[in-house]
């Protein structure tokens, strides 16, 4: 009879989650949420359930842009891969002169 292993913790490896939201939306969605309330309710003087939709529409916009890892990279260009064969020079370490090397024949001068 073959061994199988058993799970024991079946969250290790997982996204962490507080609840059924993921942990690393809670600070952008806090900043929403203080935005909401201080600039909807607070200079624009609009009630709470408007203020109440916004916030949502924000946690939803932001939890659509930045839950889909794909969504981000969309907007990275992939590298343009080439065989080439210029040597690569650094801009922060330039490369050092090279010495002038002496003459290994003697030229005769008559």
Same mark, same amino acid.
């Given at each position: 009879?073959?061994?199988?292993?058993?799970?024991?913790?079946?969250?290790?490896?997982?996204?962490?989650?507080?609840? /059924?939201?993921?942990?690393?939306?809670?600070?952008?969605?806090?900043?929403?949420?203080?935005?909401?309330?201080?600039?909807?309710?607070?200079?624009?003087?609009?009630?709470?359930?408007? %203020?109440?939709?916004?916030?949502?529409?924000?946690?939803? %916009?932001?939890?659509?842009?930045?839950?889909? &890892?794909?969504?981000?990279? &969309?907007?990275?260009? %992939?590298?343009?891969?080439?065989?080439?064969? @210029?040597?690569?020079?650094?801009?922060?370490?330039? /490369?050092?002169?090279?010495? @002038?090397? &002496?003459?290994?024949?003697?030229? &005769?001068? @008559?």
């Amino acid at each position: 009879m073959p061994r199988e292993f058993r799970t024991v913790n079946r969250v290790l490896g997982d996204q962490p989650r507080i609840g /059924p939201f993921p942990a690393d939306q809670i600070v952008p969605w806090t900043g929403i949420l203080l935005f909401g309330i201080l600039v909807v309710n607070g200079v624009f003087q609009a009630s709470w359930f408007a %203020t109440g939709v916004f916030v949502a529409w924000g946690w939803a %916009t932001w939890w659509v842009v930045s839950s889909n &890892k794909a969504f981000f990279g &969309k907007f990275v260009s %992939t590298p343009r891969i080439v065989r080439g064969y @210029k040597p690569f020079i650094s801009l922060v370490n330039p /490369p050092r002169p090279e010495p @002038k090397r &002496k003459s290994t024949r003697a030229h &005769k001068r @008559k």
